[in-house]
């Protein structure tokens, strides 16, 4: 449904945070420069920073500007969950009408806001970002990257658009629509598909990090489309099923062969190293389709045991 707001809503911006100390006045100062918009709209702003256990003095900062400005909130949370969890922490914060994702080093223009705004205003119910350049990224990763959408599109029903940043604008029903989705292996990526809601892209150039160091190395990369491909497609699990199928055949057909071959022409002992060969492609192909199920498997038993996403230590 489309709705224009009309009258003072609440905005929240949610900023997960972890071992940002560097980059939280920062970017309270550069989200407050929208100041004349937000009045001009007669927009209030709630300012959540959802600390993931960070262990430097992120807390502190954090704690030093609530003290100045009643409209910052932070929950800091007992250990590193990760950002999807502070996300999801963020949104169940949020008491806003709208709320927006961002990252707290500046990779996600605060100046952009009354851009995504304009389009709230014209009926989306949400606004996302996606970067356009790869710039100052190192050339192996975004290769991967590229890789992993391509496969990820192919295989999954749930469209997962390159380059998209977590930086999103989005109405009350959507951000209830990703509360409701309580899985506990969380590819938010993935959710903001999968939950639809007539969605605008806008596209920008990269903006390298100002301060500090991105938190994801390659192989946690790796790890987290791993964690994409599980929890969005199932096909993995098909592809095992096809290639035991394939290999099934393929050895009745041999079967029927060595059975004439040897009633023609006799000679039943030799051919063994092509034994040991196949031998050793079929129990790898074995373990390799094993993997896959156990995959999902631990997956599934994750899922299964309900433990909470996140842990709260302090919530100010
Ligand atoms: N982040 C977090 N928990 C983590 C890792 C990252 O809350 O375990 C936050 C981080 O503080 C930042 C945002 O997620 O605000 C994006 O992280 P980063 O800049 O390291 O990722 P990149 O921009 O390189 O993809
Ligand atoms: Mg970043």
């Not at 262990?55 to 990760?82: A, C, P, Q, W």
């Not at 029927?256 to 790898?284: A, E, H, Q, R």
């Amino acid at each position: 449904m489309k709705g224009t707001v009309s009258g003072m809503k609440l905005l929240s911006v949610i900023v997960p945070c972890y071992n940002e100390e560097e980059n939280i006045r920062d970017f309270y100062d550069e989200l407050f420069k929208n100041t004349p918009f937000f009045v001009e709209k007669e927009i209030e702003v709630e300012l959540i920073y959802i600390d993931d256990g960070s262990k430097d003095r992120t807390v502190e900062e954090i704690k030093k500007l609530h003290e100045e400005d009643k409209r910052v909130h932070m929950v800091s949370f007992s250990r590193n969950f990760g950002k999807e969890a502070a996300i999801y922490a963020g949104l169940q914060k949020a008491r806003g009408d709208l709320a927006v994702l961002m990252d707290a080093d500046l990779q996600d223009p605060p100046s952009l806001l009354p851009d995504m705004y304009a389009y709230i205003e014209q009926g989306y119910d949400s606004v996302a970002t996606r970067r356009v350049t790869r710039k100052g990224e190192p050339v192996v990763r975004s290769f991967f990257a590229r890789m992993f959408y391509r496969i990820m599109n192919k295989i999954s029903k749930t469209e997962i658009v390159d380059g998209a940043r977590d930086y999103r604008l989005m109405t009350r029903q959507v951000v209830d629509a990703i509360l409701a989705m309580s899985e506990y292996n969380r590819f938010t990526k993935g959710i903001f598909g999968w939950v639809g809601y007539e969605t605008k892209w806008l596209e920008y150039e990269n903006i390298e990090r100002k301060k500090g160091e991105t938190k994801w190395s390659f192989w946690k990369l790796f790890a987290y489309s791993l964690e994409g491909i599980t929890a969005f497609s199932t096909m993995p699990l098909t592809v095992a099923a096809v290639m035991g199928a394939l290999f099934c055949i393929m050895a009745f057909i041999l079967i029927v062969v060595i059975i004439v071959k040897t009633l023609i022409f006799g000679d039943p002992t030799s051919g063994w190293p092509s034994m040991v060969c196949i031998v050793l492609l079929v129990s790898g192909v074995q373990l390799f389709c094993l993997g896959i199920v156990g995959q999902y498997l631990s997956k599934t038993y994750m899922e299964v045991k309900k433990r909470p996403i996140y842990l709260v230590k302090e919530d100010i």
